[in-house]
């Protein structure tokens, strides 16, 4: 079609020139010329050489004495008919490759706009998924694969993106992987080829072209295949980094439990200690003193015991799944629970504790709840200076709402979105108040465990947390 285009175009000039506007030899060789070059850079060389070998017959016919005939009387006309020949096919011989080479710049331009669109790609590529599978569906998408397949050295797995099957070439992609070896078949356009990290080949790599005729360039091939060896290796760094986080996470847990274990036990251990020590050293004292002795050192051993089933019970609310034993409870009658059971940390600070009447009762681990509460109370102590008051308001609604509010000197905004992190501490009050990271993360857990919620609105002078048990729903039960 294009040949017959190109003719049709000779024909229409010769026409144009010898009937339609007459002109002499000159112009009309000009006009063959022009039309030579047009056709050159439309469509190539071989169409352009046709209208060449077809515009000097015509010119000859037409234009050249004597006119009609295939001879020339006039040698001079010899050398202007095979200069025009000679120039016109130069010339589209010079049109024709310029094409070429911009059409071969344009898809170097279109592989390389895609290599930094499949890097950028596995930048962004996030854990839903293994990210090999990300991987490879990216790449057939990005390079409009007919079939892409991936086969991971390590994991000794295959995974494939693309909508037609890649079957039937599984051993290539191991021996590509282990050896380092390449293979193509031209007729179904498929290529494969080793991924390697530096010599070392670390996974084998498949592709499969969806245009019929289309070839992939060795260079953008590799390109793809550096990609991929990248992206693997990151997606290993990371997992490797994940897995020392965790374990050194799990060692600051450790470390961390371990230390607010011996800090909370000084204090009853000294009272029990103190206790015992005076009834050895004076047995002969008034039973009223003993009874008082024995009384204190029975009440810290009881305390002793709660904390140890606290921290127990911080080590494992440390998890997602957390496992309830609720019953209907005033949770008023809680918080003044916990209120007397530390008195000690307490030790005469002004603290009070208001509360609607007739509270509704709610459906709660009671032991849970007394431990959030009691982690949210000894926060408000140790975040504030010891001769403000801390308050706590019950108030009814949707559910019963407890308030703790203390006068310290507020959470800067940019911590309040982190306090309830696991082992967070501002970096701020490390240094002045102890404390172990793990209090308002554990308080969180459990009232969310109670499909109810905890907040906090903090400004320099107060910080209030509040802490809420929706009345129409009970906690889980396991």
């Not at 084998?204 to 295949?225: E, F, T, Y």
């Not at 230390?259 to 036990?265: G, I, L, P, Q, W």
């Not at 992190?421 to 109670?450: C, D, F, K, T």
Request: no cysteine; glycine share 6%; charged share 20%.
């Amino acid at each position: 079609m294009r040949v017959l285009a190109s003719l049709a175009g000779v024909a229409l000039v010769t026409f144009a020139g010898y009937r339609l506007l007459p002109v002499n030899a000159t112009t009309i060789g000009f006009a063959y010329l022009l039309l030579v070059l047009i056709v050159a850079s439309m469509w190539g060389f071989f169409e352009a050489s046709a209208a060449s070998i077809a515009a000097t017959l015509t010119f000859n016919y037409f234009f050249l004495p004597p006119v009609g005939r295939f001879t020339i009387a006039d040698p001079q006309n010899w050398v202007a008919l095979f200069s025009f020949l000679t120039t016109s096919l130069i010339a589209s011989r010079l049109s024709g490759e310029v094409r070429r080479r911009a059409l071969e710049a344009v898809e170097r331009q279109q592989d390389l706009e895609r290599l930094y669109t499949f890097s950028r790609a596995i930048l962004l590529i996030d854990n839903t998924e293994p990210f090999p599978k990300q991987l490879v569906q990216k790449l057939a998408d990005i390079f409009e694969l007919s079939a892409a397949v991936l086969y991971e050295r390590r994991a000794e797995e295959f995974y494939r993106a693309g909508p037609l099957d890649f079957d039937g070439l599984d051993d290539q992609l191991r021996d590509a992987a282990l050896q380092g070896t390449a293979f193509a078949d031209v007729q179904h356009q498929r290529v494969i080829t080793a991924v390697r990290l530096g010599s070392e080949p670390i996974a084998g790599l498949a592709l499969q072209l969806a245009n019929v005729g289309a070839r992939m360039p060795d260079a953008v091939l590799q390109g793809i295949a550096n990609l991929v060896a990248i992206g693997l290796e990151r997606a290993r760094a990371q997992d490797l980094a994940s897995q020392i986080e965790a374990a050194q996470r799990s060692e600051k847990l450790r470390t961390t439990l371990l230390d607010a274990m011996a800090h909370e036990f000084k204090t009853p251990l000294t009272s029990i200690m103190a206790a015992t020590t005076a009834l050895m050293a004076n047995p002969e004292q008034p039973a009223n003193s003993k009874s008082e002795l024995v009384k204190i050192a029975d009440e810290e051993a009881q305390r002793l015991n709660e904390l140890i089933d606290d921290a127990v019970e911080m080590g494992r609310l440390d998890t997602a799944n957390i496992q309830l034993h609720t019953e209907p409870s005033n949770v008023g009658d809680l918080v003044r629970e916990v209120v007397a059971s530390m008195r000690n940390v307490i030790d005469g600070r002004p603290l009070n504790v208001v509360g609607d009447e007739h509270p509704p009762a709610v459906s709660v681990d009671r032991r849970l709840v007394k431990l959030a509460i009691k982690q949210l109370l000894d926060n408000a102590l140790k975040y504030s200076p010891p001769d403000t008051p801390v308050t706590v308001h019950i108030h009814n609604g949707s559910g019963v709402t407890v308030e703790v509010t203390d006068h310290g000197k507020g959470i800067p905004v940019q911590e309040q979105s982190r306090i309830f992190e696991r082992l967070y501490r501002s970096p701020s009050v490390q240094p002045q108040v102890h404390g172990s990271g793990l209090g308002l993360s554990i308080a969180q857990n459990i009232v969310r465990a109670h499909h109810g919620d905890l907040v906090v609105a903090s400004h320099p002078g107060e910080t209030t947390f509040r802490l809420t048990f929706p009345a129409d729903r009970k906690g889980d039960r396991s």
